[in-house]
């Protein structure tokens, strides 16, 4: 039987070894890190009349505008600020959907997530979305409407009054981002 220092003292000293090990492999490596990544930075892109002719020329990134407007509003001035923002949106064709949610709710990313989808792009454009962290907002109902699941969705009629809500059951499971899509598609239409 072992004294119960042995044990540990032996395991003390292959630890010691090991890091001398991983020591002495991550020194004599970084030379050759340091070559690869002087030589990746010492070459130069091609030029365009380096390429082969007929090759493609590499396009600029174009920046593309965002999938939905956003538009914030003062959540303690929500009504005459949502009336506002309708009223404005209208002048532009459009319409504000409002959505009630929170920073710890899943659900609610996976909605944002299908807000930013660029296959969402058409249906989303005549649309204003306003986001609500429901943790800000003042106790009590919000637009008149009882606020019991998030997230909640709420179109606006042009003059900021609601026109339709979708919350709670009627939402699918926010992980099927085809059916997200195809329920928003269904909420959103004219």
Do not use: Y
């Not at 690869?36 to 130069?44: K, M, N, Q, R, Y």
């Amino acid at each position: 039987m072992c004294a119960p220092g042995a044990k540990s003292s032996s395991a003390s000293k292959e630890l010691r070894t090991w890091r001398k090990v991983v020591a002495v492999l991550t020194v004599s490596s970084m030379p050759l890190q340091l070559l690869l990544l002087l030589g990746a930075l010492s070459e130069p892109p091609p030029l365009p009349e380096e390429l082969p002719p007929g090759a493609a020329v590499p396009a600029e990134p174009v920046a593309r505008p965002p999938v939905i407007r956003r538009i914030a509003v003062d959540v303690h001035r929500l009504e005459p600020e949502l009336a506002a923002a309708s009223r404005a949106a209208a002048r532009e064709h459009a319409r504000v959907l409002v959505v009630l949610g929170a920073r710890w709710c899943e659900p609610c990313r996976a909605l944002d997530a299908a807000f930013a989808r660029e296959s969402n792009r058409e249906l989303l454009h005549d649309w204003r979305l306003v986001e609500l962290d429901v943790d800000t907002l003042p106790p009590g109902p919000v637009l008149g409407l009882p606020l019991d699941t998030v997230p909640a969705l709420v179109k606006l009629d042009p003059t900021g009054r609601p026109a339709g809500t979708l919350h709670g059951e009627s939402l699918p499971a926010m992980e099927d981002a085809p059916a997200v899509d195809r329920l928003l598609r269904r909420f959103l239409r004219p």
